[in-house]
C-alpha cells in the first residue's frame, strides 16, 4: 500500500505532535489495520508507545468521518461498512496526536528548543506493509536545520519531504530538527554527518578528527561501507549516556560537561565506536530473529551475545587502535569490566543465552535483585570474545577473521540473518573443535570462565589481592544524609543479617548513622566482627545483628608480562 505522512509540529512547548497518515486501501477492502510499535529494534523492552496518543480519527479523501476503534494495545480499525457514508472512496488518513516528551535515544522529545522523532515511537503503519512510504515534516520557522539519513525528494524544494523503500527503513532513520550545529567529514569517499543538539563545556580535544579516526579505523576493519552517507545525531545532556544504532546513522547522549575528562571523553568515542560498527553487527549481520520485525510483539533470540556481547568487545579496543587511548587506559577500562563482571553474583545463574533470550524481563527491567539472578550480556559478551580472541591467536587466527567471516556471510544471504550452529561452524573453521568447545562452554553455561589463562595468552596477567576492609555486602543509595540499602549481593553478610533493599540505616552499635558514615566503613568496621544495625524498615524501628567478612578478592590490576606480545595481540 502506498502511504504518506504529514507530521506537524505547531506548538514545540507543549509536546505535542499530528501526524497524519494517508493511503489508499483495494475496493475490495472493508477494513484497514493500523498500528504504532510497541518496542525499538536494538532496545528489547515493551514500551508501549501508543500510550501517548491522546486521539484518532479517521476521514475519507472528501472529508467523510470514517468508523475507527482500537483492536489491541496500540492496534486500530478503520470499518468502511460501520461508516455512514454518502460517497464511499478508497483514499483515506488516519489522523492522531502524540505526546512527546522523552529525552532518549529510544523515545521522541519535543520541545521549544528542538524536535528528535524516533520513528517507532510515533509513527503508524498499516498493517500488511507499505510501498516507498513519504513523509513531509511541518515545523517552526525559526529552527534551520533538519538531519536526517532519509533521502530527500526534491533537495532543491523549500518542503522537507523524504522517502524511504519500506516502513522498516523509514522508522530506521530518526530526525533531528532546530537550531543544532551541524558539521562532517568524508571517510573512504563516504559522507559522514554530525548533528549535535545540547550544550557542551569549553574543552580542547579535536572531537571531529577523532571521531573520524574511529571511524576510519572501523570501516577499514571491515573493508568496506554498506551505506552511501552516515549520520551522527548526538544529545548533549547532562546525566545522559547511550546510543542506538540505526540502518545508516546513529542516536548518541552524552553528557557534555564531561569531554575535558580524558576517561571520559574515550568512553564518548568508544560509544561512537559501537554504534558505528553496529552498521555491519547487527544492522546487517543480525541473528535470524532480529527481522523481519513484529513491532507489536517481543523478538525472542539467543544471539544478543553476537548482537551486542561481540560489539561491546570491539568498542574500546577500537579507540585504542585507533591511537585515541594507550594500552595502559584500554586495560583499565577492561579491569573494570572484569570488576563488574565479577560481583555480580547472578553470572552463576544466567548463561549468555539465557541472558539474551530474557533481555525482555531482565536486562531492560533491572531491579533491587538484578546483580544476585542475571548478568548482562554486553558485559560477559564482551569478555568471552576477548576470551575467544587470545584462543584464535593460538591458531593464528583473530576475531578480525571472524568478522571477515560473518561479513562475507552476510553479503551471501543478505536477508536471512544468523543461527548460533552457523556462528558455532565459523568459531570451528577459525580455531578448531578445541576452541569451539571453549567458546561454547562460556556461551551455553555457567561456569566459571578461566580468564588468567586466556589473559596470559595476551601477555597479560590477572593480579588479584585480598581486601583489607570489612565487607557487608549492601549497596546503598542516599536520600540527602539518609542512607538506604539499595543492593544485597547474594550470600553476604547483609544478606544472612536479614538486611531488606529499601531499609534505611539509622544506627550502628547505638550511634547515628548518616551518608559520610556509611561511606567510611570499609576503613572503621573490623572483619569478622559483630555490630547492632538499627534500621528503619517500613516505618518500623527493627535490630540486626551485621557480622562482617572479608570481601571477595579483588583485581588489583592486569599487569602486562609481555610488551610485544601484548601490542601485536591487541591489534588488528
Not at 35 to 60: C, D, K, N
Not at 125 to 142: H, K
Not at 348 to 372: G, T
Amino acid at each position: 500500500m502506498k502511504v504518506s505522512y504529514l507530521v506537524e509540529i505547531t506548538d514545540p512547548h507543549l509536546h505535542l505532535v499530528k501526524v497524519s497518515l494517508t493511503a489508499e486501501k483495494t475496493t475490495s477492502q472493508d477494513q484497514v489495520e493500523l498500528f504504532l510499535p510497541s518496542w525499538s529494534p536494538g532496545s528489547y523492552l515493551m514500551r508501549e508507545y501508543s500510550r501517548h496518543i491522546r486521539w484518532v480519527r479517521a476521514t475519507q479523501g472528501n472529508g467523510e468521518i470514517l468508523w475507527v476503534e482500537p483492536k489491541a494495545k496500540g492496534t486500530w480499525v478503520i470499518d468502511w461498512k460501520r461508516s455512514e457514508l454518502k460517497k464511499p472512496s478508497s483514499t483515506f488518513t488516519m489522523s492522531y496526536e502524540i505526546y512527546l516528551h522523552e529525552l532518549t535515544v529510544r523515545t521522541s522529545h519535543v520541545d521549544d528548543t528542538h524536535a528528535y522523532l524516533h520513528g517507532p515511537s510515533y509513527l503508524m503503519s498499516v498493517l500488511g506493509g507499505e510501498l516507498n512510504p513519504q513523509i513531509e515534516f511541518r515545523f517552526p520557522p525559526l529552527w534551520s536545520a533538519l538531519s536526517t539519513s532519509l533521502e530527500e525528494v526534491d533537495p532543491k524544494s523549500k518542503k522537507f519531504i523524504y522517502q524511504a523503500a519500506t516502513y522498516d527503513e523509514l522508522i530506521d532513520c530518526p530526525v533531528e530538527i532546530g537550531c543544532h550545529e551541524t558539521d562532517g567529514f568524508m571517510v573512504n569517499g563516504v559522507p559522514h554527518h554530525i548533528a549535535n543538539y545540547g550544550v557542551i563545556y569549553p574543552h580542547t580535544n579535536k572531537l571531529k578528527e577523532d571521531m573520524q579516526k574511529v571511524v576510519t579505523h572501523v570501516a577499514n576493519v571491515m573493508g568496506d561501507m554498506p551505506f552511501e552517507k552516515y549520520l551522527f545525531i548526538t544529545h548533549f545532556a547532562p546525566k545522559t549516556f547511550g546510543g542506538l544504532e540505526h540502518l545508516n546513522s546513529t542516536a548518541l547522549q552524552f553528557d557534555g560537561r564531561r569531554l575535558m575528562v580524558k576517561k571520559d571523553y574515550q568512553m564518548y568515542l568508544s560509544l561512537v565506536a559501537h554504534e558505528y560498527f553496529h552498521a555491519w553487527n547487527v544492522k546487517r549481520i543480525r541473528p535470524r530473529e532480529l527481522g523481519p520485525f513484529d513491532y507489536r510483539n517481543e523478538a525472542y533470540t539467543t544471539l544478543l551475545w553476537l548482537a551486542e556481547g561481540l560489539t561491546s568487545f570491539v568498542d574500546d579496543l577500537f579507540v585504542y587502535q585507533a591511537g585515541l587511548s594507550t594500552l595502559e587506559e584500554y586495560l583499565a577500562v577492561v579491569k573494570g569490566n572484569l570488576d563488574t563482571y565479577l560481583s555480580t553474583p547472578g553470572r552463576r545463574f544466567h548463561s549468555l543465552e539465557l541472558s539474551s533470550f530474557n533481555a525482555w524481563i531482565k536486562l531492560y527491567r533491572p531491579d533491587e535483585n538484578s546483580k544476585n539472578s542475571s548478568v548482562s550480556y554486553y558485559l560477559k559478551g564482551g569478555l568471552v570474545f576477548m576470551c575467544l580472541h587470545a584462543h584464535l591467536l593460538q591458531k593464528g587466527k583473530s576475531v578480525k577473521d571472524l568478522l571477515k567471516l560473518l561479513w562475507e556471510d552476510y553479503k551471501k544471504c543478505p536477508d536471512t540473518g544468523l543461527t548460533k550452529d552457523q556462528v558455532y561452524s565459523m568459531v570451528e573453521t577459525l580455531g578448531g573443535l578445541d576452541v569451539l568447545e571453549k567458546f561454547q562452554a562460556m556461551v551455553e553455561t555457567t561456569e566459571e570462565i578461566d580468564f588468567d589463562s586466556a589473559f596470559r595468552l595476551l601477555g597479560l596477567e590477572l593480579v588479584f589481592q585480598d581486601s583489607p576492609t570489612a565487607y557487608s555486602g549492601a549497596e546503598f543509595e542516599f536520600n540527602g544524609d539518609r542512607a538506604i540499602v539499595k543492593t544485597v549481593l547474594l550470600d553476604s553478610p547483609a544478606a544472612k543479617c536479614g538486611l531488606n533493599v529499601g531499609d534505611e540505616i539509622l544506627a550502628l552499635n547505638n550511634l547515628r548513622v548518616l551518608k559520610e558514615d556509611v561511606e567510611k566503613w570499609g576503613t572503621q568496621l573490623l572483619k569478622d566482627t559483630g555490630y547492632k544495625l538499627t534500621v528503619s524498615r517500613l516505618g518500623k524501628l527493627t535490630e540486626l545483628q551485621l557480622v562482617t567478612d572479608t570481601a571477595p578478592r579483588q583485581l588489583k590490576e592486569i599487569k602486562v608480562i609481555n610488551l610485544e606480545l601484548a601490542q601485536k595481540a591487541l591489534s588488528f
